[in-house]
Nanobody, 121 residues
Framework: QVQLVESGGGLVQPGGSLRLSCAASGSISSINLMGWYRQAPGRLRELVATITSTDSTYYPASVKGRFTISRDNAKNTVTLQMNSLKPEDTAVYYC???????????????WGQGTQVTVSS
């Protein structure tokens, strides 16, 4: 069994900061790409940030310069530091990991349950 558990969401005022964390646990052999996605009501899920096992990162223009993704490979955790938050950042944020289970031959994409981020005054 593999599980991704997010934490750190909440309500913050515009211009504020939040830090999201995600921990992957279970029978994991290796994790390649890790990332954060978000989905606002009535909208498709969109990419927020990704990070490879060698710490190469990617951000779309909408969050670049405001969000920072990092990971701890030894602990199988990924963190998203969000600064200068805007109302349009309001969404459910999901953690994602491209991983290989112990004993498996095919990689799979695992998702967390999501954590709500609300940016409002």
């Amino acid at each position: 069994q593999v599980q991704l558990v997010e934490s750190g969401g909440g309500l913050v005022q515009p211009g504020g900061s939040l830090r999201l964390s995600c921990a992957a646990s279970g029978s994991i052999s290796s994790i390649n790409l890790m990332g954060w996605y978000r989905q606002a009501p009535g909208r498709l899920r969109e990419l927020v940030a990704t990070i490879t096992s060698t710490d190469s990162t990617y951000y779309p223009a909408s969050v670049k310069g405001r969000f920072t993704i990092s990971r701890d490979n030894a602990k199988n955790t990924v963190t998203l530091q969000m600064n200068s938050l805007k109302p349009e950042d309001t969404a459910v944020y999901y953690c994602n990991a491209d991983l290989l289970r112990i004993g498996a031959t095919k990689r799979e994409s695992a998702w967390g349950q999501g954590t709500q981020v609300t940016v409002s005054s």
